[in-house]
């Protein structure tokens, strides 16, 4: 297919992003200026100021003379890029290859090979990105071309037509001065020097000739702009292998339609999933909307998926999330983790033994996608007596215990989350309590087991021992209740209820 | 005399198909190790594509209705089956559970922060196929929660288990049981020591289409075994030396 390259110049580029931020200053001619060498010079200038010939490179202190209302501002090193890096973002959406014009820092490069007929024809899309600029307050010059050289070229010093039509650049080049070429300030003085004011009439002379006389970057820069050499663009995204886009004829701006678009986008992405036999693991959807903000979502699999079906319903619980305001322009869905998919044998009847099961990690995926992985334990047995740490958290639904459960010790199936202060009546030393008040209710103690002494494990915490005792009231009721520490007429102990049994 | 038994048991088989009760069709009843109880219920099966409601207005009932859930998991979960216990407020032991013959790492938790989000959760995992059963702690629970609920329980079969700590807040539901588990004297063989086996009384407060009742199990190492109530004697405060 034929390239087709678009250079976006915004001609005033700090001025029109600083009456952007204070409107006041249309009126006013004004003009950035940063010290150098103990000088203020001119870095960059309004378009007022500019109609006072006014130039770049001027000091400030002459460019007041000439126009004595003139108001300096002050220019910060790396504005230019940050201000270009941000609407190459928003320019995204026409085009997903954008790039910074690193040459002279004022504009933008976008390859638009099979895009313009998105837009119905090269001329309405050019006419959409300048409308679309401007009424966002920045005055652009557009050109498009088959090389990016050209349409440099063109959108900086062309007269005719931005349209360069395909194959037609080298004709319109001819006409442009050779300063269009992108060339260092030595060589063009040289080339002022010989008399060569148009690329005509040296863009035919032998090639050692012009070697000789200009180097080696000067015929770099003539074949880039005649397309005899690739010229590689340095995309401000760098694109990730798995992701899809949708743009809509008209704004989006209802829950179906979001729906409808995302199914679409993972129909295309779960098919190139499918084809190179991986699967999702985290994804996200991307909306940019019309009024230039971007909405995103993501979500996480705990398992490689492509399945259209369960993707969708993990993009369905946060539909809501996504607020389209005035509507959604293009939709991006990108696969931001993929994994290698095992391929489960397939089984003639359905097993349900596992948790590694299809639907429940589906389940899974819809639980934690919609409350957060953190809602959703497991438990494995960890090799800790102290009861808070016997069981320990899985790491994965899959993870397997290393150990069995511990069943040679009595555990309550209801344990408190903090173990809450008891008043006791106790045989001393060591016998089991006989008599007990728990949220002002007064329990007998009819049957006892204990002590079962747990020793605190001083590797993680430091504090007294608990001796615990699995008792039983009057009425059946059976409890884990504890002391902590040695018993002894000067040492401080307690008791503690731990749990409930059944 | 035969023939009009078989005539009576036919007449009580249409009664239940009448009613509405479908008697489970495909791979054979099986029973869930409670013995007599099953009897209770319509056709003497456990009924699984149902609501079983547990009530618990102490924290030992509840302690007690975990025990006596855990013993019918481990029969439900014993073909290697994983299940979902969702809670807003969970206070279950996971290590305990070994005692009741189930591995814990089969269970999958899911604490959320409302009862919104828990029925929610369960309704979703009544949904998904694969699941032994559905354990879940929620307070209340309107007719047409539990009904949507009982619909999703019937999809894949799978037993939904509530279990309600609020008492004050029970409004009638389409709930299939309503079981009432509070703990009795465990009783230890005559002569031992310390706390025996943990001892229940069941009650089914409430059955479609069966007879609720009221029995007496314990949890003898590995199932559950019905006492009879005479058997049930008091004992002598007695201790073990740990």
Redesign the interface.
Known sequence: MQRRYISIWFRHLLADWQLIRRPELKEVPFVFAAPDHGRMMVTSVSQLAAEHDITPGMSAADAKAICPGLEVLDDKVGRAGKLLKGLGEYCIRYAPIVAIDEFSMDGLMLEVSGCAHLWGGEREYLKEIVSRLKSKGYTVRLAIADTPGAAWAVSRFGKVTPLVASDGHVETLQLLPPEALRLEETTLSKLRKLGFYQIRSFIGMPRSVLRRRFGEAFLLRLAQALGTEEEVLQPLRQPVPFRERLASLEPIKTKTGIEIAITRLLEVLCKRLQTEGVGLRSGLLTAYRIDGKIVQIAIGTSGASHSVGHLFKLFELKIDQIKPALGIELFELEALKVDSLEVPQEILWNSKAGLNNKSILQLIDRVSGKLGAAAVRRYIPEAHYWPERSAGKARSLTELRLMNWNMDKPRPTELLPRPEVIQVMALTPDHPPKFFIYKGEQHQVVKADGPERIEREWWLDAGEHRDYYRVEDASGRRYWLYRSGHYGANQSFQWFIHGFFA | MEAKLEILNKLRQDLLLWQGFKPAEGEAAQCVGLGEIEAAFPAGVFPRKAIHEFICAT??Q???T???I?GLLSVLMA????C?WISTAR??????????NV???????????NER?VL??ME??LR?????AVVAEVDSLSLVESRRLQLAAEEQGIPAMIIRKDPKRLVAGVSTARWKIS????S?EPGM????F???RVELLKVRSGNPGCWTLE?EADRFLQVPEQKVFV?M????F?
């Open positions: 924290p030992d509840t302690a007690a975990d025990g006596f855990a073909d290697g089956t994983g979902v206070r279950l032991f996971p290590a305990s559970l070994a005692a009741f591995e814990a790492d089969r269970i999958i938790f899911v604490d959320v922060r989000e929610w959760v979703e995992a998904c196929e694969g699941l032994a703990p009795l004297p465990s230890a020591p310390g706390v025996g943990p001892r229940w949890w004992q405060v007695q201790r073990k740990g």
